[in-house]
């Protein structure tokens, strides 16, 4: 499959720009039908999508790995292509057993028509799950204090909505900003109905979000873990992960890109550690109970939800003298007079001498018949998540609830805020504080994220008996709040008819190759206006609610143009990571470690190269990651090459520093010489260059 | 090497000692010394010309993660994943392949051994005193920042152990203002400014920079850390400064939690990149062909990405009916995260107050009968109350109950006295002693008030660069503690002597407060192997049963507990991981006075005081001999053996077993043993220097734990101890030593591997504390500008342990040859012989 990618990508410049050519003739009839009504051709355009689909000659390629995931890979005209992971999943509930592949996400990776990774764009990505909800579901999420699951959508034609926009992770943090401005300004002076449930819906809208974005980063991970074929670069992995993962924080989509590795890393580790604690703390708890601990696996060997389990024949006999519920959060089993005729799941299991679980009977074991107590979550902060309590199914969602309701009444109803009222931030405080150290299962963190999880894990673990599995299916719908949530059952169903109609706009000339031009257009801004107007764009975008987008008219070489700034913007993106390398400890730029230990000479001279021969004015920070590795290389064809960049680039910033390098007196001559040259030259070409060229890129 | 300013360093460490000791002893010696030793000084000089050290103390780094790293590449850079690593110590520079922990691989232990290269004198990360339950906690930093606001503490309590012994640091050959240390667990003087400063600069970051990490999260943990690393780059610029360290714990407290291989990377990248930062600076600076750059960790981490460590609650254990109901005293606090009280650093003993008490019920505080160190994870030290002090205290509340049977009144009043007889001479004699003592410590006080008084209330800022505050406080702070010790001690004494003093003619139990007779929060003497194997926690279902001589049957009336067999056979129903036993406990060692195996063993007249004794179960068990010859070469033998028993007179007994599998330390079956050629159960039955056994077993699963035991569990005597002084100076030695003997607990519980006793917390990452190889196995990477005369891609593979670390740094500086023969200025300092090696293959080599 990936040499056939290689193929594709492997088109001639020709054969890019023809490609351009199409994806003009789109813009033009895509932007026509904007201007007559947009809606009323995206209806009809899901009407037609099949048979389009099926007339469309589609470039569609799939690598399929023996177990548990496939690969499809579908070409979109204009230079990009959509990359979809399917899951093979197994039946829950339904008469039949056998399982069945399900579209789980979706990337749309812009290649611009060409092989280079360094121009390449990932630009939207679905979780296929993911859908808008229907009419009674928005108007249940906007009932407050209704935490309830009111039934599933059940068909899902449209095109899915994208959970993120990878490119422009920016947007989402000012829309919030807006949206949070109008709660507060308009909205919440009203009325306690209308805040509460303007509020309410504001809410549900956004843990469903949250919900489908855990979703899509623990199967991207599990993706990654087992080594399949690769859908993106390392560095990108991490980065869409990072960005995934920063969605949770108001302005998480302006963190600049070098931070996303680390950060990603930050909470991989976080996540490791939580669950490891948590499966530490369950099996101790278990173990002081006379309890059983059953860790459940995702495909990846990760335990990421767990079992307790009594035995039958420990009820009469009674192991242990005291239950301590502590962590646990369900009731006492050895009290518990309807364990003893319990006529709901159980299982049979075999244990040898060293207490170790084995597959049969033999000599020496010992049969023991299992009664599931609960399951809980274990990638949660500080304790297990119960989210099935097999006797007392609202247990965990009265748990879940408690903090919720706290937080609607005192917000929702009572408009107390605890940056208003100094007397409720100080008892909240101290109730926060309480519950989360003393780690009490109220008032925590949601358990959205392992609930979220566990849906994951109900469909792709299938160590796990039917029965058993379909009982959990059953009681973790419950410990849902979301009324706008969708039912295992009918997810697997709304991706399928999803990922159909994703597929069919993807083919559309009108469709996703359309939305691509448009936004190559947007891309554009940069590269044609100053600062200023791009603040205003930008403004326009935010207080129109992202319904204004500035994009550059067709008819300019646009794909050339993106061609060169994407991957100057690749290598300044490279040039800074290799300029921060290991300078954190260094309050002087000389002092820190010099980079030719740590990074492969070569990498780094042909993105200085790049630069020496496309930099621009607008390159700021590419002027201080040359000028950084300058100071920190020893190497002279390097530094030689800093200062071609430099030069090229040729803003103020790059003078100045060209200007400081030629003053150092612990720099060679020849170096010196050679940035008193650049100057020189450089002020002759600025003459011809400003009258030539008004603002903007001088790509022009 | 040493600039003449030195000497004030001297004073310092003078004031630590009784008084007049270095006039009497050390001073003659060090003249002698140095009139015998300038010319090998000055040759020294002229081979070794490293002039300064700086000496990164990384935590818990094992040597085969670095190395595994190192040789990984990364993609991104076509480089090493450690690049600076790779750079520095693996292209210029010498590693050591084989590098071990001596003794246990518990942090405080272990850098004791690497910072003072005497044998372990500290033998946990938390002590307690038997006596007074005085707990030492060495780990904990935050009481020296805030008593040393007040003046009331200047130096960690681990270095205040120490220097009360006599032993100096590897940084006190250097004088105060030629050094810069980190923050660490053998800290000399609190420094507040690196606080404030850290606060400070944490901030100190352009607009851009705080506004992502505000986003991401603000991160505050390593604060300290940043500017301890900002202050040893400026330090690295000064000239004068010769000595300069700092401690890194990040790996260990990572890889405690977290056992993937990602997030180690991590965290070894850091330190990398840290490690370029320093090798970049000392090549700036005027010296940097004279400066060696040393890498060292005091264990190794074991962790596995496959598995959870596992925790096993020794707390529960001790206070079940079945473990003897304990109230069980720790210093760290159960479930520390899950505690509002986890929150305040600064607390005594913690007592976890059991429902299971025979007869101590609701007494926790008064009468707590366990302390327990759990400290290190894969081991754990127990202490239990003197066996006889619980017999007593359960036979004074039965003659004090009312309804108590006339007949039972007799027996009961005779077996209390015949239990105080049998142990009266052996108390009557520790009493005399400890008294002796505590009138030495009256004395010393009241010198040492003088001493105080003398001493100049205003100082000059020069003065205060050069340390004298700290060695004023030091003062202050010894007397604080000498007033506590004898307050504390005295008190026990008072209630021994209320103990010893009761008379069975005129006693009467209803007239007797229970606490002037059993002292409170005491442990009292350690519990013999008898007391161990029978020990008594509370009283028999049946009640007390008479013989039918009419005395009171001592077997039946009590419930009795054999904590060897009861530690091993402790099993798990959830035995979930495949590589992991369902026994937490691997074995159990104690030790045993060598003078209670002379009628067994021929040679002990030539044996330490201490033979360790390894229990696995009753057929699987071991003694470790060890013997050192005049030169004080330590020598061990193990001898395999089954059903060792004491009885109540004493006397010892067990039967010789041959070697076979399944013994502790599993060393016949380990394939990675390695014997001379043709041999094997023969070589092993032999007596073998430290360094053969180290050379046979330090591939194998439990790498040198044969030494590492003795190490751990024996006690050991300090080659520089003067043996001449004053009355008082001899009985506070002896007084000091008492104190060394008293936190010595009554069993070391070593876990089985992937096992650990953390009660504190979780470490499901990985854990370290035992004597596994991987625990053990730690990292010493040296490199240096060319005079160092550091061998360059160089890898020594002979093993080493961490007593070879101080006198090996100590001749790199030309201040110790022959590993014997030291630099007179040292000599007056304090330094003594070491009874490690150097590693010769890094001195003046190229």
């Keep these: 499959m990936h040499h056939l990618k290689r193929e594709s990508k492997g088109l001639d410049k020709n054969k890019a720009y023809f490609g351009v050519l199409d994806i003009r003739k789109l813009y033009r009839r895509s932007w026509s039908v904007a201007r007559c009504s947009r809606g009323i051709l995206l209806v009809l355009a899901c009407l037609i999508g099949n048979s389009v689909a099926a007339q469309t000659e589609v470039n569609q390629q799939e690598t399929t790995t023996p177990d548990l995931f496939r690969l499809e890979r579908v070409q979109v005209d204009g230079g990009a292509e959509l990359v979809t992971i399917h899951a093979k999943l197994d039946s829950i509930g339904g008469e039949s057993h056998e399982p069945e592949w399900v579209p789980l996400v979706s990337v749309l990776r812009d290649t611009l028509g060409d092989s280079k990774l360094e121009n390449d764009r990932l630009r939207y990505l679905w979780e296929l799950t993911y859908t808008r909800p229907t009419f009674w579901q928005r108007v249940s999420g906007a009932v407050p204090f209704m935490y309830t699951h009111i039934g599933s959508k059940q068909h899902a034609d449209k095109v899915p909505p994208p959970l993120m926009d990878l490119s422009a992770a920016d947007r989402d943090v000012w829309n919030k900003i807006c949206w949070r401005a109008l709660q507060t300004i308009l909205i919440d002076p009203v009325g306690t109905p209308i805040r509460a449930s303007s509020r309410s819906y504001q809410q549900n809208i956004t843990d469903l979000r949250r919900s489908h974005i855990i979703r899509a980063l623990s199967l991207l991970t599990l993706y990654q873990e ?10 990108e992995q991490k980065e869409i992960q990072a960005r995934l993962l920063l969605t949770d924080k108001t302005f998480g989509g302006l963190v600049d890109e070098l931070k996303l590795p680390g950060f990603y890393q930050k909470q991989a580790s976080r996540v490791e550690d939580n669950v490891g604690h948590n499966w530490e703390l369950l099996r101790q708890q278990a173990e002081a109970n006379g309890l059983y601990f059953e860790p459940l696996e995702m495909p990846d060997g990760r335990a990421t939800h767990a079992l307790l389990w009594v035995a039958k024949s420990d009820l009469a006999k009674r192991p242990v003298e005291r239950f301590d519920p502590r962590f646990l959060s369900i009731s006492d089993p050895w009290s518990d007079k309807r364990l003893l005729n319990w006529d709901g799941y159980s299982d049979k299991r075999y244990f040898d001498r060293e207490h170790r679980r084995i597959e049969s009977a033999g000599p020496e074991t010992a049969e023991v018949e299992l009664i599931p107590l609960a399951l809980y979550g274990l990638d949660n902060p500080k304790i297990p998540a119960l989210l099935v309590d097999f006797r007392d199914k609202r247990n965990p969602k009265r748990r879940e609830m408690s903090r919720r309701v706290l937080q609607d009444v005192t917000r929702n109803v009572l408009a107390v805020s605890q940056f208003g009222d100094i007397p409720y931030l100080l008892g909240r405080s101290v109730f926060d504080f309480v519950t989360g150290r003393r780690g009490m299962d109220i008032n925590q963190p949601s358990r959205l994220k392992t609930y979220a999880q566990l849906k994951l894990l109900l469909s792709l673990d299938d160590s796990l008996e039917p029965e058993l599995r379909s009982e959990i299916s059953d009681r973790v719908e ?90 100057r913007s690749y290598h300044t993106k490279f040039l800074r990571e290799v300029a921060r390398t290991g300078s954190e400890n260094s309050a002087k730029v000389e002092l820190a ?18 630069l020496a021969e496309y930099g621009s004015r607008q390159d700021g920070k590419a002027v201080v990651a040359a000028a950084n590795i300058f100071a920190r290389t020893n190497d002279d064809e390097t530094r030689r090459a800093c200062l071609a960049a430099l030069s090229q680039i040729n803003n103020g910033k790059a003078r100045s520093e060209l200007l400081r390098i030629s003053e150092q007196k612990d720099v060679d001559d020849d170096l010196r010489s050679l940035s008193v040259q650049y100057l020189a030259n450089r002020r002759g070409t600025d003459a011809v260059t400003n009258s030539n060229t008004g603002t903007g890129s001088p790509d022009r | 090497m040493f600039s003449p300013d030195k000497s004030r360093r001297v004073a310092s460490r003078s004031i630590l000692l009784p008084a007049s000791r270095l006039s009497a002893t050390v001073w003659p010696a060090a003249l002698f010394s140095l009139s015998l030793s300038l010319l090998l000084l000055l040759s020294a000089h002229a081979n070794a010309q490293t002039k300064r050290l700086v000496i990164l103390k990384l935590d818990g780094l094992p040597y085969d993660t670095v190395d595994r790293v190192v040789r990984e590449q990364d993609p991104r850079t076509g480089k090493s994943q450690l690049p600076w690593i790779d750079y520095v110590f693996y292209q210029r520079g010498t590693r050591l392949e084989n590098f071990y922990v001596r003794g246990i691989s518990l942090s405080g232990p272990s850098w004791s051994l690497l910072e003072t290269g005497q044998h372990q004198q500290i033998k946990g990360n938390v002590e307690f005193d038997r006596y007074t339950m005085h707990a030492y906690d060495y780990l904990n930093l935050l009481p020296l920042f805030v008593k040393g606001a007040r003046g009331k503490q200047v130096d960690m309590p681990a270095v205040e152990v120490l220097d009360s012994l006599g032993v100096p640091l590897l940084s006190d050959a250097y004088a105060h203002q030629e050094k810069y240390s980190g923050f660490s667990v053998y800290q000399r003087g609190p420094r507040y400014l690196t606080l404030t400063n850290a606060l400070q600069n944490r901030f100190k970051l352009p607009p851009r920079e705080l506004f992502d990490e505000w986003t991401m999260g603000l991160e505050t943990r390593s604060m300290v850390m940043d500017e301890l690393i900002r202050e040893l780059l400026k330090k690295l610029k000064d000239p004068r400064i010769e000595y300069l360290d700092l401690v890194l714990n990040d790996f260990d407290h990572v890889a405690h939690h977290n056992g993937d291989n990602s997030s180690q990377l991590q965290v070894l990248k850091e330190i990398d990149a840290l490690i370029g930062t320093v090798w970049t600076t000392i090549q700036q600076t005027p010296d940097a062909e004279r400066t060696a750059l040393v890498i060292v960790s005091d264990h190794g981490m074991n962790t596995d990405p496959q598995i959870y460590g596992q925790g096993f609650n020794l707390v529960k254990l001790l206070g079940s009916s079945a473990g003897g109901g304990h109230h069980v005293a720790t210093k760290r606090r159960l479930l520390l995260d899950y505690a509002i009280k986890g929150l305040i650093p600064f607390y005594d003993s913690i007592i976890t107050a059991t429902r299971d008490s025979y007869y101590l019920r609701g007494q926790s505080k008064e009468y707590p009968t366990a302390m327990l160190d759990f400290d290190g994870n894969e081991r754990a030290a127990v202490h239990l109350r003197d066996s006889d002090l619980n017999l007593l205290h359960i036979l004074l509340q039965q003659l004090q109950r009312k309804d108590l049977e006339a007949r039972l009144r007799a027996p009961l009043t005779d077996a209390f006295f015949n239990v105080r007889e049998h142990r009266r001479a052996e ?81 009467n139990a209803g007239r007797i407060r229970i606490e002037e007779i059993i002292p409170k929060q005491s442990m009292g003497d350690r519990n013999d192997v008898y007391r161990l194997q029978n020990y008594v926690v509370g009283l028999a279902p049946v009640g007390l049963v008479l013989n039918p001589a009419g005395s009171l049957d001592m077997e039946r009336s009590f419930v009795r507990v054999n904590y060897f067999a009861l530690l091993h056979d402790t099993t798990v129903r959830n035995n979930l991981q495949s590589r992991v036993s369902n026994r937490p406990v691997d074995f ?10 002379a009628p067994l063993v021929p040679e002990s007249d ?70 001379p050629a043709g041999s094997t159960k023969e070589w092993l039955s032999q007596w073998h220097t430290d360094l053969e056994w180290l050379g046979a077993l330090h591939r194998t699963q439990h790498s040198n734990g044969l030494i590492g035991l003795f190490e751990t569990v024996g006690r050991h005597a300090l080659a520089q101890q003067p043996t001449a002084g004053t009355p008082d100076e001899m009985l506070m030695r002896r007084f000091v030593q008492k104190q060394r003997d008293l936190v010595e607990a009554d069993l070391l519980v070593l876990a089985n591997n992937h096992w650990n006793f953390d009660a504190r917390g979780f470490n499901p990452g990985g854990n370290h504390g035992s004597f596994l190889r991987i625990s053990t196995h730690s990292t010493w990477m040296l490199a240096g500008g060319s005079q160092t005369g550091i061998p360059r891609a160089f890898v020594i593979k002979d093993p080493y342990d961490s007593l070879s670390f101080v006198p090996t740094m100590l001749a790199l500086t030309g201040n110790l040859r022959d590993d014997r023969s030291l630099a007179p200025e040292l000599t007056r300092k304090g330094f003594g012989p070491f009874p490690g090696r150097v590693v010769k293959e890094v001195i003046g080599k190229q």
């Design chain 1, 226 to 235: 087992l080594g399949h074929e690769p859908i993106f670069t390392a560095a």
């Design chain 1, 478 to 567: 419950t410990v849902s709040l979301n009324p706008m949530e969708n039912s295992i059952q009918a997810e697997r169903k709304l991706a399928r008819q999803q990922y159909k109609a994703l597929l069919a706009y993807a083919t559309r000339p009108d469709g996703l190759p359309a939305k691509l031009a448009r936004d190559r257009r947007a891309e554009m801004t940069p590269l044609e206006h100053g600062k200023l107007a791009q603040i205003f764009f930008r403004l326009a975008n935010v207080v129109s609610f992202g319904k204004y987008s500035h994009r550059e008219p067709d008819g300019l070489d646009i794909v050339g143009r993106l061609d060169l700034a994407r991957q």
């Design chain 1, 593 to 610: 470690p010099k980079i030719e230990v740590v990074w492969n000479l070569d990498q780094v001279k042909s993105s200085l190269r790049f």
């Design chain 2, 427 to 507: 108390w009557q004699s520790e009493l005399n002693e400890l008294k002796e003592e505590l009138g030495a410590l009256n004395r010393s006080i009241a010198k040492q008030q003088m001493l105080f008084e003398q001493q100049p209330k205003q100082l000059t800022e020069e003065e205060k660069k050069q340390g004298r505050d700290d060695e004023i406080n030091r003062i202050s702070s010894q007397l604080d503690r000498w007033r506590r010790n004898e307050r504390e001690y005295s008190e026990f004494a008072r209630v021994l002597t209320n103990l010893l003093a009761l008379k069975k003619d005129t006693f």
């Design chain 2, 588 to 597: 159990v060692a104690t030790s045993i006075p060598a003078k209670s195996l």
């Design chain 2, 606 to 675: 030539k044996l330490e005081r201490d033979v360790v004794w390894a229990y696995k179960s009753d057929d699987k068990q071991a003694l470790i001999f060890a013997r050192s010859d005049d030169a004080g070469q330590l020598s061990f033998r193990y001898q395999p053996i089954k059903n060792l028993r004491q009885s109540t007179d004493g006397q010892i007994t067990f039967d010789i077993v041959e070697w076979q599998t399944g013994l502790p330390l599993e060393i016949v079956e380990d394939p990675a043993l390695s014997l």
